[in-house]
């Protein structure tokens, strides 16, 4: 094809680096546009379906988190703005977890199929086989939303909440990542429960950033509805509470006034939600 007929993209890698120190990395995602005046006339955004580099280099890496970044992105992706400040965006909020590499630019007929070249370069290792993703383990934030939800549902709170609820209701922003996994309302109060892991370096990252986030959203919920947040995040039973980052991460918490349960906790935090709504119902 004559070069004047190509498109000029332009690319980057997201990578994975749970230990900046050592500067390790595994590369588990491709973002690609065509940029133009007022945005992009193409992006797109594909994250690994093999694991293995990411695990090689943290075993206890939360792959369920850094899936649900794809989610994400693709939704930010549906609203043109300039790729620069889309890039710093990201970086921002991803803070030193994961990296993106500097932009590369490439030339092809069609993006979509520049978008498969670009992930079987950088992503994949087609000499071994995937470990299917039924086959693996449940990360933590899965478990720990998994008895959450169950001990609501046995106190028939489950039913009567919010599931799934996307801070962007609240903050306006386009793309807000945040969502609270769930949430009831008691008069003049609405109270979030969230899954936090801790065990690892990148998880630790992501709830650190959700401490400072907080009082921000908790403001926009105020403003747009006369009610005050109170959030309460749920972390795992039996956690090293000597070790200084996750010591540092539940210190973050409380400075910015978010409540703390254990997974062990949640029977009576849900049975003292049941009481709190049939009060409110008599």
Known sequence: ???????????????????????????????????????????????TSDWRRATCLDQLVDIEVLQALEVDLHTQLQ???????????????????????????????????????????????????????????????????????????????????????SAAKYTKKKGDPLFFDFGYVVGSEVRFFQAVPLTTTSNRAIAVNLANRYPRVADCIFKETMSTAQLTAVVSDGLDRTDPDILFALSEFKENQVRLATTADMPSVAEKARQELNARGR
């Not at 620069?84 to 965006?89: A, E, P, R, V």
């Not at 993006?111 to 992503?123: G, H, K, Q, R």
């Not at 720990?144 to 609820?165: C, P, Y």
Request: a negative charge.
């Open 1 to 47: 094809m004559p070069m004047a007929d190509l498109k000029q993209l332009e690319f980057c890698l997201l990578r994975y680096v749970p230990n900046v120190v050592r500067g390790e990395f595994a590369n588990i995602g491709v973002l690609l546009f065509e940029p133009q005046a007022n945005g992009f006339r193409f992006a797109d955004v594909r994250m």
């Open 79 to 165: 609203h043109p703005q300039d790729v620069g400040l889309l890039l710093d965006k990201l970086e921002e909020s991803l803070a030193n977890l994961i990296q993106i590499s500097p932009r590369k630019m490439c030339l092809a007929a069609d993006p979509a199929w520049e978008m498969d070249t670009l992930c079987s370069i950088y992503l994949e290792e087609p000499q071994l086989e995937a470990l299917p993703v039924a086959n693996r383990q449940k990360g933590e934030q899965a478990m720990i939303r998994s008895q959450m939800k169950d001990a609501f549902t046995r106190a028939g709170v489950w039913a009567l909440g919010m599931e799934h609820t």
